[in-house]
């Protein structure tokens, strides 16, 4: 109840100070400028006409009251007065339409763009692919937030660093280039949003929608899933990191050739944010992002931690020698966790799915109880709703597919790191 | 068409009440042709139905108080906002509308009941059915729909036991809904007492009469695309899907084409109901009939031609963004008309101000910022920013709260007088007009600021520079529900025959038929066609012949 006080103070206090907070952001693009031009000329259009009718209005609530003796008029039609004020909002209109429908046409004109990145929406992470060079990766749901926003998490929100606008990997883009997003989703409707950007656009499973934008200013800048798209809409943020255009050149030379494993994440240099698909990507990053956040925070997300600690202390077994089995009892331990992490929203803690017909049971499924490796592929691979979790590393999956493979009264035997390897 | 009337075995004696038996009582209500009757089921209906959406709202809003998961797994939250938002819509707000229609439109126009009183029964009692079966869905498994109330596959396609439910229960309330509609039209154009012309039927008639030729058009086009749907998920049909050759774009054109004369639907009703109140505590004739008239046509054709405004990020041709930019926008012109109207109509006139005309000057101001917000929306550019934000929630929320249902309330304490015989607690009803219109206020004003700053809705948790305004709307959303109950006592009151009794005519400035029959009205009236004598039509028309 404080908070809410101090918020209402504060909000009556310094409307000023705080714009971003009670209004559109201005953003880092022309086409955003224009957009908030257009945005505060049609509510200030509002607040004239709004001012206008509601003074006469209350002037009238006031003043032609029975109780002041105000005898009733009878006057009930005037045409002079009907064709003005039909006529008058009809030109303010047509004043509003035309610059609207310039910065609309200016909007949809994707020609002259010189690079392009393929965005695809999946239940409930983010897929870019830069078709002018090699880089592809995923972005999901920054492990900090995650491990903040379960039910009952008993972490607050407040102690995490952008709550539901991180992600592990960030888009990174250079500024001052024309780029054109093409966008699609996997499964069901997305939204690809960035209101620094001005940039809104659905993304619709087997279509291509293109956008494009040119960003003048480096920086961050957060978004999220705009269009319902199930359980976790909310948990699907975008994070784009604008570069100098030689940063970002750096940033993509370095991006193939970059140790995947050797991928030092620290929020502030840009480094930090290059995207790794290999082994480890994951929970390196959230090793850090829990050292990042203040001590409560890392001790409430000490399960967190150990999943980084182990999945690290783990890596060398499984690059160097691969021939080396693991124990059953690490990799159930290690599966637990990388399902409760990437499985358990569509199939359930319990293994039972949603009952949904695309979200299936695991108990008993033909998949997980039958050869390992079609199980393997179909992780790899992904398969209708399910998108592919080739981004984990060769351990994770192993650990999470043995786990599958005898929990919940299924008896499905061991499956090595190797195999997975040999699969890729 | 026979006269209703010749129906009626208990036309001697009256209906039956409880002291008749239990058993005599509920075949009275379930039974029962007259529009009275179905009038009162239908309003009762409507007020149980907005509790329950309510409480649904409140689940969200607490759930919402504070950043972070506190109470409800994120599965359950969608399935809230979906039911909140099908319960309100086609269990509230249309069978409210509905009950008013019933009581309203025969003592308005001077007919002795609905054109077809058998019909009426059985609209009415598929409601009860059609809720059953949805809010039932709650406990089968998987849950409840949670795709939303519009529904959009692929994602509603992903519903598990809960779906084949929901479309059923859909069709019920479309053929309740048509049979309704279809009574409306065919009691209006047929039944109206001599000398009752089209251009002297009062605005809650005319109103009317659009809607139901808008429900006509579009509640088959809804039926279809569920049906749709329905072939999508269990007959391997493809019309939504990409791999079979559909789009599921195709969905929402279709549903949008339904769904937007659908808002006029919820809207055109209520602008009818304040059109005749504030008249009458302006003790002045409404200002501009025949405009009103034209308006309410105009907005209803437009209603065709705008549906693609919901739809501008899906992804369109350049020219149809243009298109529906423009016709949207033109939608401000009708409409602003009807606004100076009821200013004109208030201007110089002698005003009181009893609760009805609280419910219907708040409307006008309410109502009037949920279209202005409308307008910024209709600017496809900025509709950018604007689309699947909080911005879009205190838009419709604004339109449909203290828009259509406060019509709905400034309606019910405006005829409950004429239906119970006595005089509402007019200090309980201030009451309840203050308490819900600041705590309205209070929910959804800061939308418009936690929506711009760019909080999407339907999350079920969000990032801390939105958590002040949530937590602000929260407490509204609790004062607004729990205010509630003081109408409740209200109209329990009324119904008890609690209060000062009230006379035929009720409210000094009133004008119409309704108001020549005693308080409470007779359970039978006009039987034989009342005289429609000047003074109780010219409240609403231009040739002022009374001295």
Known sequence: MSRLMMGLVGMLAAPMALASKWNMPVGVTETSREVYDLHMLIFWICVVIGVGVFGVMFYSVFAHRKSKGAKPADFHESTTVEIIWTVIPFVILIAMAIPAAGTLMRMEDVSGSEMTVKITGYQWLWEYEYLDSDVHFYSRLAPSSDAARQLDSGIDPATVDNYLLEVDNRLVLPVDTKIRFLLTANDVLHAWWVPDLALKKDAVPGFVREIWTKIDEPGVYRGQCAELCGRDHGFMPIVVEALPKDEYEQWVASYGSESMTDAVVDAGTPAATAPTTGPGALYTDKESAVDSDDSEASAETSGETEVAQADASSKPAAADTASGDISKATLMADGEKVYAQNCAACHQPSGKGMEMANFPALIGSPIVTGDPATQIKQVLKGKAAMPPFAYLTDQQIASVVTYTRNSWGNDSGVVQPAAVKAQR | ?547
């Open chain 2, 1 to 547: 068409m026979s006269h209703a009337a010749d129906h009626h075995d208990d036309h001697h004696h009256g209906p039956a009440t409880l002291s008749d038996g239990f058993g005599k009582w509920a075949m009275r209500w379930i039974s029962t042709t007259n529009h009275k009757d179905l009038g009162t089921l239908y309003l009762w209906f409507s007020f149980l139905m907005f509790f329950v959406g309510g409480a649904m709202a409140l689940v969200i809003r607490a759930e919402l108080f504070q950043p972070g998961m506190q109470f409800v797994d994120p599965e359950f939250f969608n399935q809230m906002t979906a039911m909140h938002a099908l319960i309100m819509i086609f269990g509230a707000v249309m069978p409210g509308f509905v009950g008013l229609a019933n009581w309203m439109i025969p003592m308005m126009i001077g007919c002795s009941d609905l054109a077809l009183p058998r019909v009426n029964n059985w609209g009415f009692w598929i409601l009860p059915f059609a809720f059953t079966i949805l809010i039932s869905t709650l406990f089968v498994p998987g849950g409840a729909p949670a795709a939303g109330w519009t529904m959009y596959p692929p994602l509603s396609l992903q519903t598990s036991n809960a779906f084949p439910m929901l479309i059923f229960a859909i069709h019920l309330m479309g053929i309740s809904s048509i049979t309704g509609a279809i009574n409306v039209v065919v009691t209006i154009l047929n039944m109206r007492a001599p000398g009752m012309t089209l251009l002297k039927m009062p605005l809650f008639v005319w109103t009317w009469l659009i809607t139901a030729y808008l429900l006509i058009a579009v509640m088959p086009v809804l039926a279809g695309a569920v049906t749709m749907l329905l072939t999508d998920k269990y007959f391997a049909t493809s019309f939504f899907s990409a791999a079979g050759g559909g789009d599921p774009v195709m969905f929402q054109h279709i549903f949008w084409f339904f769904g937007h004369p659908e808002v006029y639907i919820l809207i055109l009703p209520a602008f009818g109901i304040v059109s005749t109140i504030i008249p009458t505590f302006a003790r002045k004739q409404l200002f501009g009939y025949d405009s009103m008239v034209y308006a309410t046509a105009s907005i209803a054709f437009l209603s065709f031609i705008v549906w693609a405004h919901h739809m501008f990020t899906a992804g369109m041709p350049i020219a149809a963004e243009l298109f529906f930019m423009f016709s949207t926008m033109l939608i401000a012109v009708p409409t602003g008309v009807k606004v100076f109207n009821w200013v004109a109509t208030m201007w110089r006139g002698s005003m009181t101000f009893e609760t009805p005309m609280l419910f219907a000057i708040a409307f006008v101001f309410l109502f009037t910022i949920g279209g202005f917000s409308g307008l910024m929306l209709a600017i496809a550019p900025v509709d950018f920013q604007y689309h699947d934000t909080y911005f879009v929630v205190a838009h419709f929320h604004y339109v449909l709260v203290p828009g259509a249902i406060f019509a709905i309330m400034g309606g019910v304490y405006y005829w409950l007088p004429k239906w119970s015989g006595v005089m509402y607690n007019e200090t309980a009803g201030k009451w309840h007009f203050w308490l819900t219109t600041i705590f309205v206020n209070v929910t959804f004003f800061p939308m418009h600021f936690s929506g711009l700053a760019g909080m999407p809705r339907r999350i079920p948790d969000y990032a801390v520079q939105f958590a002040d305004f949530n937590m602000i709307a929260s407490v509204g959303a609790f004062g607004f529900g729990f205010s509630q109950f003081i109408f409740l006592w209200i109209v329990i009151q009324a119904c008890r025959r609690k209060g000062e009794a009230a006379t035929a005519r009720v409210w000094e400035g009133a004008h119409g038929l309704e108001w020549t029959v005693p308080s409470p009205a007779p359970y039978h009236t006009f039987e034989t066609p009342p005289v429609v004598s000047d003074a109780e039509v010219t409240a609403v028309h231009d040739e002022p012949a009374h001295a």
